[in-house]
T-cell receptor
């Protein structure tokens, strides 16, 4: 059983649809992340939340809208996406920054296809 | 600035042999951690091993060991007695105490274990 759970694992959506990705962590962490992984590209950090507050937004287009209602849950709301947004979206969690040995743990990922 | 470099896009190893995956890094942070992750084709990023910059001994976890050479800024992963299930992408990552939630990832190395 993974400590970070993502749903759905696979999602196909049209460019005019609105959908959401969900992430839940059971590790007692306070920081949560969204990463995007496209084919043959490095991992791209999208958003970081610390204690429910957004601390990083790496110039992500507004068609991606994150939501962090509490330290255990993170959502990524998707609307009017483009085909180039098709990728693996990885959620992760960790302890707050500044702690020695702080390790980031990932979920299984959500494979998104935009048609 | 923080940077992780993995220069081997693809590696092959015979089953039961050992293999070394290279990772070099650059940081100005006086205290940092180095990590290795495994990503099978299913997509999940699996944490393998951690090395703290002030740790005197190289980290080991089962068949995984991290060859840490601080002066050369390298953190190579050694997998002993390779198994078919080790075939995957492997990512090196780094995080500094003073760089907050930023985990920096390399571009990955694809490892194929040959029967």
């Amino acid at each position: 059983e993974t400590g970070v759970t993502q749903t759905p694992r696979h999602l196909v959506m049209g460019m005019t649809n609105k959908k959401s990705l969900k992430c839940e962590q059971h590790l007692g962490h306070n920081a949560m992340y969204w990463y995007k992984q496209s084919a043959k590209k490095p991992l791209e950090l999208m958003f970081v939340y610390n204690f429910k507050e957004q601390t990083e937004n790496n110039s992500v287009p507004s068609r991606f809208s994150p939501e962090c209602p509490n330290s255990s849950h993170l959502f990524l709301h998707l609307h009017t996406l483009q085909p180039e947004d098709s990728a693996l979206y990885l959620c992760a969690s960790s302890l707050p920054p500044g702690i020695a040995g702080n390790t980031i743990y990932f979920g299984e990922g959500s494979w998104l296809t935009v048609v | 600035a923080q940077k992780i470099t993995q220069t081997q896009p693809g590696m092959f190893v015979q089953e039961k042999e050992a293999v070394t995956l290279d990772c070099t890094y650059d940081t100005s942070d006086p205290s940092y951690g180095l990590f290795w992750y495994k990503q099978p084709s299913s997509g999940e990023m699996i944490f393998l091993i951690y090395q703290g910059s002030y740790d005197q001994q190289n980290a080991t976890e089962g068949r995984y060991s991290l060859n840490f050479q601080k002066a050369r800024k390298s953190a190579n992963l050694v997998i002993s007695a390779s198994q078919l299930g080790d075939s995957a992408m492997y990512f090196c990552a780094m995080s500094g105490v003073y760089t907050g939630n930023q985990f920096y990832f390399g571009t990955g190395t694809s490892l194929t274990v040959i029967p």
